[in-house]
């Protein structure tokens, strides 16, 4: 059973909405029916109203007394970030609206925010030709209807009845095709023909076991890229080329958009990020803006380019590093030290060392902790440079993997979404300790939850060693859902990594993700019903049940 979103102006075609909704239902699928009407009351009940649904998303109904245009763009905007976060929460499988020209702008604007290949279902008697134009690079699949759908009567019902069965074949198609999928894929952004560089990169995936799928940085290349990011079936990003970026800062016809990026940072992909191409810019040929008279330009193919200069550079730098910050995965940027494409390795054209150098600056100046950054004395398009990209992808992706596996060890985390395991794993600090330190004595109040991911640790009480705990064990969990103290101390045996997971950052991600508070009542609930007072043996006796002790336990 999917979940449909069906959403519309209720205010206006409230029983052709319902129709739709429950065409849906009796196909077998769940419906969310949103309402984004802006005038009176909705005709029918919805799933959420407008006011819900623009609190959400940080708005009040006040909002939409803006005028018409103003508070159509605000609805399609906040019905768009609703739906894309219900889809990243794994709560959306497909969406379906109807309307005239005002309806049906509101529904491009919300479907434009969700990633391409979520399938999408619009019903209007607009011409294709607007649709098209409005809904961008998005698959919208459209069902044209030869009448303004007022109502209902008997030419539209059979209409709004093939539309539902359309959406409904698609989703369950999705599934069938999806499952039948063998390989984790990779997407990879490149520039220019990079012969040596990607195609080495791409055979390096292959050869790990990764499907790899290519977009050239022309056109939209970078925007459809980020589109499937979003999509949720990709393992990894192998983002080699920004020259988008470059055009999109300095205002070149190839601009990227300023959500370049997000649905890698958002969805927490591990992600690999290299400047290639940042230092060319884009322009039609014969259209080389005035200010750029008297540039490095140079003809090449359909475009002219122009060589970035020390100042727009530093701009990029600094766009960038804002990008990356906002990464919640693992994330690495690579930086090409001879240059940032062929076009700017010694010797050629634009060959400028004091613009690369004002874009490494403010680059890494501004990049938070945890962003990795590796230099390599190489151009971007060289085969040494992708070679290590290659790898620290691959490390990304399986530190991912490994961080998920040790955080599913705590209970209320077994059933979470990867995108908050991924935001968990972020906020988690790493901490190492040398053999004989201690991470809790004994009655000390307890604040985190504590994972070992390396070494091993003993449970001391009235200083007796009462159990050994080993890799992948949990410590700390029921102490901290129920506010006890330590009943044993916790010391190394040996050097130790942990994951230490502190409650202020349990609570930000219970906050971010309401769909942990179940698990966590649930968890707490049941380590009240073994603690001590409640009846059950004392502590050296539950130790393992009082630690909280995931599998990899030496008791």
Known sequence: MATIAVFGTLDTKGDVLRFLAESVRALGHRVLLLDVGMLGPPQVEPSLTRRELLERTGLEESALATGRDQAAALMGRSAGILLARMFLEGNLDAVLSVGGRCGAAIALAAMRALPLGLPSVLVTHVSPEWVEAEAGLKDVLLVPSPVEIEGLNRLVRPILARAAGMLCGVVAFGLRTSLAS???????????????????????????????????????????????????????????????????????????????????????????????????????????????????????????????????????????????????????????????????????????PPADFAFFEALQKNLRDGVQVL?????????????????????????????????RQISFFRGASDLSLSEAARLAEARTFAPGEHLYKQGAAVDAVCILSAGALELVEDGQRVGKLGKGAVWGEAQFLTGETAPFGIRTLEHCEVLWLRRSLVDQLRRRYPALERPMDVARESALSLSPGAGQPGASQQAGLQAGLGSGSGL
């Open 182 to 352: 063998d390989l984790p894929v990779v997407v990879a952004s490149r520039f220019g023909p990079s012969e040596l560089g990607f195609e080495r990169a791409s055979r390096l995936l292959q050869e790990a076991g990764y499907e790899v799928i290519e977009f050239t940085q022309k056109g939209a290349g970078g925007k459809v890229m980020d589109s499937v990011v979003a999509g949720g079936a990709v393992s990894g990003v192998l983002d080699l080329s920004l020259t988008d970026l470059a055009d999109e800062v300095v205002g070149g016809v190839l601009g990227c958009g300023s959500r370049r990026m997000e649905a890698a940072a958002k969805r927490a992909v591990p992600s690999l990020v290299a400047p290639g191409g940042v230092d060319t810019v884009h322009f039609n040929m014969d259209a080389v803006p005035p200010e750029f008279w008297g540039r490095t330009l140079l003809e090449s193919g359909e475009f002219i380019l122009m060589r970035t200069s020390p100042e727009e550079c530093r701009r990029i730098g600094l766009v960038l590093a804002e990008k990356l910050n906002r990464f919640v995965g693992p994330v690495t940027v690579c930086l090409p030290l001879r240059g940032l494409s062929a076009l700017g390795s010694p010797g050629q054209p634009f060959h400028d």
């Open 375 to 407: 230099k390599v004395h190489t151009t971007s398009e060289e085969a040494p440079f992708a070679e290590l990209c290659v790898q620290a992808l691959l490390q990304n992706i399986g530190r991912r993997e490994r961080e998920q596996r040790l955080l």
